[in-house]
């Protein structure tokens, strides 16, 4: 194997293994450690600038491969980003269905009903 085919496989293996770990901060998978889904969404910002700065410093340094896959995973861990920032907390109530009014009984009078005689 030479190098620069081992370099191709370490590089892709990086930016797979950190897309991997930004999802796992993201929530979208399960935490092996804690069999947890869990998310640190201040850490998955960190990681995909990390990514983000790879890709600005290997710029025109890239197969075009390597550059498509770090473009694409990119792409994906950003938008998933912003699906789990806009998501709602899976903890907060739900708000309570309005309930129709209760009716109200009717003013009128039963017609078997015979009025009171007085006397």
């Known amino acids: 194997m030479s190098i620069e085919h081992s ?5 892709q293996g990086l930016v797979i293994s950190l897309a991997a770990a930004t999802m796992q901060q993201l929530g979208k998978t399960l935490n092996p450690l804690t069999n947890k889904v869990e998310k640190n ?11 983000d700065m790879l890709e600005a410093k290997t710029k025109g340094n890239l197969s075009d491969a390597e550059a498509k896959l770090l473009k694409n995973v990119l792409a994906e861990l950003k938008l998933n980003y912003v699906e789990t920032m806009n998501e709602k907390p899976a903890d907060e ?6 309930e129709p009014p209760a009716a109200e009984p009717k003013a009128e009078e039963k017609p078997d009903a015979k009025p009171e005689q007085a006397g």
């Not at 969404?41 to 990514?51: F, G, H, K, R, V």
């Open 7 to 11: 370099n191709d496989q370490l590089f």
């Open 41 to 51: 969404l201040d850490a998955a910002q960190s990681t995909i600038d990390m990514l």
């Open 93 to 98: 109530p739900k708000p309570a269905a309005a």
